[in-house]
């Protein structure tokens, strides 16, 4: 009966990770959705502006959300990854 037990208890232990991993990958499935509404809106801005000289500025804003988005996108899949190599 010892055996089940630990057993139980890994598997409770991989319970509890995949629910918490799979919350945080919803919250960064939303926060993703935003910052790419965010570069949406700023390319609009870019593509509408006549004037160069606010091209620089946008454009780094542009890119600042994108290094955000593609880190967050790489954690929650280095997490998940972690979490495969740990109960595969």
Same mark, same amino acid.
């Given at each position: 009966?010892?055996?089940?037990?630990?057993?139980?208890?890994?598997?409770?232990?991989? %319970?509890?990770?995949?629910? %918490?991993?799979? !919350?945080?990958?919803?919250?960064?499935?939303?926060?993703?959705?935003?910052?790419?509404?965010?570069?949406?809106? #700023?390319?609009?801005?870019?593509?509408?502006?006549?004037?160069?000289? !606010?091209?620089?500025?946008?454009?780094?804003?542009?890119?600042?959300?994108?290094? !955000?988005?593609?880190?967050?996108? !790489?954690?929650?899949?280095?997490?998940? %990854?972690?979490?495969?190599? %740990? #109960?595969?």
């Amino acid at each position: 009966m010892s055996g089940t037990t630990g057993q139980d208890d890994k598997f409770e232990e991989l %319970r509890k990770i995949l629910v %918490r991993e799979v !919350q945080r990958t919803q919250e960064v499935a939303h926060k993703l959705t935003d910052d790419l509404t965010a570069i949406g809106g #700023y390319a609009e801005i870019m593509v509408m502006r006549t004037g160069e000289e !606010q091209t620089p500025h946008e454009l780094k804003k542009v890119l600042a959300r994108a290094k !955000q988005s593609i880190l967050l996108l !790489q954690d929650c899949v280095s997490n998940l %990854r972690e979490v495969q190599r %740990r #109960y595969s």
